[in-house]
């Protein structure tokens, strides 16, 4: 369940899966995700809309307890080496950067997006299926490639925690400053300030 918006900052009602999204930092370090599970949530990433149909996403996938999780987590920053081993698996996020040797798979100017399409469609489908995210890029990007074997027209982006969220009453049992975060309303900026009409920086006038 995600925490309260801020007052004045719900705007028109979005559907549940959107509007109840949260990016959690307390997951159930007993919860684990199943093999169908896993392959239901990369479907979902897999579907996506990208450019020409290029699919330009890569994932290294990790379970909590086994070698890919564990090498992962060696790499985490410090802000995130808390809380992000305790959610089931951590997904590893890649596009790519450059065409293959080959030239068989050319590139897209547009896979960093494809990518970001890529990733919300998961975290939709696992709202959907009663599983939290949080996406984050506090890691050392360079250590996770080298350990990974990633190509070089490859770029390790960011990664996708996933797990179940812990009840709200448990949260200030977890971590004191993780609790003071989860419990911020969550805030957006005015439509105003991002959705022009006649030039850049001037608000729609519809809104």
Do not use: C
């Not at 977890?174 to 989860?182: M, S, V």
């Amino acid at each position: 369940m995600a925490w309260e918006r801020a007052p004045g900052n719900d705007g028109p009602q979005l559907v549940d899966l959107l509007h109840d999204r949260w990016s959690t930092r307390v997951f159930d370090p007993e919860h684990t995700l199943d093999d169908a599970q896993l392959t239901t949530l990369l479907e979902a990433a897999r579907w996506s809309p990208s450019a020409g149909n290029s699919q330009p996403w890569a994932f290294v996938v990790g379970r909590r307890g086994d070698a890919t999780h564990s090498e992962f987590v060696r790499h985490l920053s410090r802000g995130n080496a808390f809380w992000a081993p305790r959610a089931s698996a951590l997904i590893v996020t890649l596009h790519q950067t450059a065409s293959d040797e080959t030239n068989e798979v050319l590139y897209s100017d547009y896979s960093s997006y494809d990518l970001g399409q890529a990733a919300a469609h998961l975290t939709v489908q696992a709202m959907a299926m009663g599983l939290a995210t949080h996406q984050f890029a506090g890691f050392d990007h360079d250590a996770v490639a080298e350990a990974f074997a990633v190509p070089p027209h490859w770029q390790v982006t960011t990664a996708i925690a996933v797990g179940k969220q812990l009840p709200a009453e448990t949260v200030e049992q977890i971590e004191p400053t993780i609790a003071a975060r989860e419990r911020l309303p969550r805030t957006r900026k005015p439509l105003s300030q991002f959705v022009f009409g006649a030039k850049f920086g001037e608000p729609a006038a519809w809104l």
